[in-house]
């Protein structure tokens, strides 16, 4: 397989596609809209909130909240890259399953 691999095509495509010079910064983020979305509709700030209160609040590294969550780990860390910061409200997994559920319900009250 490594036989067909074309670097200078690879190259090529990256140049193209401009991946030295993107429109966008890399790196955290904790804005309140990502795209037209807000936070709270994006499953990643979910995920990292998650995340990030069982790695802070319990010391666990991201292998072991990937299996706590049953969640990919390499999904883990994506998600807590785009949204670095813990809601200072998330203290226990029961305040962000709490939040989760309020936000879950005023969804379905504003789409009625």
């Given at each position: ?14 140049a ?44 666990r590294?991201?292998?072991?909240v ?47």
């Amino acid at each position: 397989m490594a036989e067909n691999f074309d670097l200078k095509r690879a190259l090529e495509t990256l140049a193209m596609d401009d991946w030295l010079n993107p429109t966008e910064p890399f790196g955290g983020t904790n804005t309140e809209l990502i795209g037209d979305k807000t936070k709270e509709e994006d499953p990643r700030y979910w995920i990292s909130q998650a995340s990030l209160m069982l790695m802070n609040n319990y010391k666990r590294s991201a292998r072991s909240v990937s299996r706590v969550l049953g969640i990919d780990r390499d999904r883990i860390v994506r998600s807590t890259k785009l949204y670095v910061d813990l809601d200072p409200k998330f203290e226990t997994p029961e305040d962000v399953v709490e939040a989760l559920k309020e936000y879950q319900k005023q969804t379905v009250r504003s789409t009625k």
